[in-house]
C-alpha cells in the first residue's frame, strides 16, 4: 500500500480533535473512519504513524493498532502544517518532483515558516 501525505496529516489533525486521546487510553484505528479510505488504508497508515513516532500507541496487531495520543513529534508535525497554504505548497512542490520523505516535507514546511516570519517581522 502507498504512503498517503494527505491522509497521514488528516489522521494526525482527527486524532489531535479527539478528546478521548490524552493518553490514558488507547483506541483501535478502526473507531477512526475516514472519508474516501478504507479501514485497511487507515490502520496502515496508523502503523506508519506509529513507526514514525508522531503516535504512541501499539502496532501489536497490525490489522488494529491502538492508538493512544499524539506525541511531541506528532504534534509538531501538525503545527509546522497547519496553515493550508503552507501545507499546499510543501504537497505541490512533492508532486512536482516525484515525491519525497516526510523529513523532507517537514523541512519544506519550516522553510516556508521561517519566510512568513521574516517577511511579518524582518527577522
Sequence with gaps: ????????RALLARIESDKRLDGADGYTASEFEMPNHSAEEVAYHVLLL???GFLAGSSAVASAPVIERLTWQGCEFLDDTRDPKIWDAVTKTAKELG???ISLVLEM???KIR???????GI
Excluded at 500500500?1 to 497521514?8: A, E, P, S, V
Excluded at 519566510?115 to 517581522?121: A, Y
Aim: aromatic share 4%.
Design 109 to 111: 514546511a519550516k522553510a
Design 99 to 101: 515525491g519525497f520523505g
Design 115 to 121: 519566510e512568513q516570519i521574516k517577511l511579518k517581522t
Design 50 to 52: 506509529l513507526d514514525a
Design 1 to 8: 500500500m502507498k504512503r498517503d501525505m494527505h491522509l497521514l
